[in-house]
């Protein structure tokens, strides 16, 4: 007996044996590699190498990198922290959508809309039908304030 490429090759006296029914090969000199009788067998075969795989072990749990979805929502992002920043250094004046434009705050308004759902009271006042000015009216509640210290 003679192995080749992972798969059993039976040798007799009549010649090469299939791998899977045990009858003689007939000898073709072009299919001298074969190694069953018919297209059934080569079917057989194949199937019964798959069932000897092994399976995929089951996944192990994957330990997550990085912040955790509420150390998520609870930070802010570095443009928040920019519009806040330019709202208290504006004061009472605000802050146009110029102004944002001009220290390169791109989507302000979804920057606002995060400050104010923390709890900062920013008023929006519209000068023309494409600017508005931004004020921050006052502090925000005392715990935004101890979360925005730490920033």
Same mark, same amino acid.
């Given at each position: 007996m003679?192995?080749?490429?992972?798969v059993?090759?039976?040798?007799?006296?009549? $010649?090469? =044996? !299939?791998?899977? !029914?045990?009858?003689?090969?007939p000898?073709?000199?072009?299919?001298?590699?074969?190694r069953? !009788?018919? #297209?059934?067998c080569?079917?057989? $075969?194949?199937?019964?190498?798959?069932?000897?795989?092994? =399976?995929d072990? +089951?996944?192990e749990?994957?330990?997550?990198? &990085? #912040?955790?979805?509420?150390?998520i929502?609870?930070?802010?992002?570095? $443009?928040?922290?920019?519009?806040?920043?330019?709202?208290?250094?504006? &004061?009472?004046r &605000?802050?146009?959508?110029?102004?944002?434009?001009? +220290?390169?705050i791109?989507?302000?308004? +979804?920057?606002?809309?995060?400050?104010?759902?923390?709890?900062?009271?920013?008023q929006?006042?519209d000068?023309?039908?494409h600017?508005?000015?931004?004020?921050?009216?006052?502090? #925000?509640?005392?715990?935004?304030? +101890?979360q925005m210290a730490?920033?």
């Open positions: 003679s192995q080749s490429a992972n059993r090759v039976h040798e007799s006296q009549e $010649g090469i =044996l !299939c791998a899977v !029914c045990g009858n003689p090969l000898a073709r000199p072009e299919r001298r590699y074969r069953h !009788c018919s #297209p059934a080569r079917v057989k $075969g194949w199937h019964a190498m798959q069932a000897r795989l092994p =399976l072990p +089951a996944p749990p994957v330990m997550p990198i &990085g #912040p955790t979805p509420e150390q929502r609870k930070s802010h992002k570095p $443009g928040t922290i920019k519009v806040l920043r330019l709202l208290q250094a504006a &004061g009472a &605000g802050v146009t959508t110029r102004g944002f434009l001009g +220290a390169f791109g989507n302000h308004k +979804a920057r606002i809309y995060e400050l104010r759902a923390v709890g900062w009271p920013i929006r006042v000068e023309s039908s600017s508005s000015r931004y004020t921050l009216l006052g502090p #925000p509640p005392p715990d935004v304030q +101890a730490s920033v």
